[in-house]
């Protein structure tokens, strides 16, 4: 069954019948990409891609825990602040989102099925590698979130894109907010396609591997996930889908808090308390970022965050908020602007200036 097999530490490659198949292989750190990764994972797709005798991809995390928690921020963490204090030149955490992103380019633009198997954990990075994807499998263990607002940054990874794309306003309260599904409210926010159990995924996998490729490779798919599919219950969202939608739907991040506490209900109570936890600047950035992502195209949003990568880098919360989170785990961020009155008109606009010659780029 298994052959042109290679082994990389953090990944492991493998072409099963026609299809390749890509592992994370960091459960002990929920499978987060790191910048070696990254550059392992896109010219394995790149090959892939270019390879006549596999006719689709999937992608799957080791362990039982997550199908991929994240970027590396510890990393992005230590080499930012590095650079400011003068004993580097932060090129590492750069590299490391302009890598990443193109990677989830790659994956946007691969021209064959891209299967992505999300049992457990797939936040930031994770839904980059996923969400971009023709085929996104969600198991009743998947647990989505984009929880950047709450480390002072803003959801990534084509964010932009596709969070101004779910239903209603569900996208730009999951970008707040940091708010977290499971399979069934995945398949409703368009965020999965297809519910498969997790004690199927290797019987998944191997339907795939022996399948009949002579015709249309993406029906080829579909058949076989047909075949697996199940029910993963009743979504939330549904009933929830009125309220978020009344008060996610302003353009200020004020009118929106104030919209949660005319609500009244107990989740906008809660959801009010957790959104002011978060980094002010960040939210008033991500509101923007995903209002512009409404009229944005899928490369255009890439090279927008990227922009804001580098502003985000040069900034104070994002080192506070990892700090906070993974550092000292005091889970009490200092934010500077602390509050949503002080973040000013020229604190969100920096975070979208051109590059010039650094803008990001596909190639």
């Given amino acids: ?9 953090d990944v492991l490659f493998e072409v099963r019948g026609a299809v390749g198949v890509a ?47 994240g970027g590396d921020i510890r990393a992005i963490y230590d080499s930012g602040l590095a650079a400011r204090r003068g004993e580097g030149d932060g090129q590492a955490a750069r590299d490391f989102f302009r890598e990443e992103y193109r990677l989830d380019h790659r994956v946007k633009t691969l021209p064959k099925p891209y299967v992505a198997l999300l049992d457990g954990i797939a936040m930031g990075g994770g839904v ?15 647990l989505f979130a984009m929880p950047e607002t709450g480390i002072g940054l803003f959801p990534d990874v084509g964010g932009t894109f596709f969070l101004p794309r779910c239903p209603g306003r569900i996208g730009t309260w999951l970008g707040l907010t940091g708010a977290r599904l499971g399979a069934a409210d995945l398949l409703y926010a368009g965020i999965g396609t297809h519910f498969v159990p997790s004690e ?7 339907d795939l591997a022996s399948a009949d490729w002579s015709g249309d490779a993406h029906a080829a798919v579909d058949a076989v996930l047909a075949r697996h599919a199940a029910d993963p219950g009743e979504a939330t969202l549904p009933a929830l889908r009125p309220a978020i939608d009344r ?15 005319r609500e009244g209900t107990e989740w906008a109570a809660q959801t009010r308390a957790g959104l002011l936890r978060n980094s002010p600047t960040s939210l ?14 899928f490369d255009e949003a890439l090279k927008l965050e990227y922009r804001m990568t580098r502003a985000v880098l040069d900034g104070h919360d994002v080192y506070e908020g990892i700090r906070a989170t993974i550092v000292d785990k ?5 934010w500077n602007p602390a509050t949503l009155a002080e973040v000013g008109e020229a604190d969100v606009a920096r975070h979208f200036r051109p590059l010039g010659a650094d803008e990001l780029s596909f190639g």
């Fill in 330 to 334: 005091d889970r009490n961020p200092k």
């Fill in 1 to 9: 069954m298994a052959g042109d097999t290679m082994t990389f530490e």
């Fill in 284 to 297: 008033k950035v991500t509101l923007s970022q995903l209002r512009q992502g409404e009229r944005l195209s």
């Fill in 23 to 69: 592992t994370l292989n960091r459960p002990k750190a929920l499978n987060a990409l790191t910048t070696d990764m990254i550059r392992h994972l896109h010219p394995r797709l790149d090959a892939w891609a270019a390879d006549p005798g596999v006719k689709a991809v999937v992608v799957r995390g080791a362990g039982d825990r997550a199908f991929c928690a």
């Fill in 128 to 142: 980059g590698i996923s969400v971009h994807g023709s085929h996104r499998v969600v198991t009743q263990k998947a």
């Fill in 247 to 261: 008060c996610f739907g302003f353009d200020t991040v004020e009118e929106i808090v104030a919209a949660l506490e």
């Fill in 200 to 206: 199927a995924l290797d019987a998944l996998v191997a």
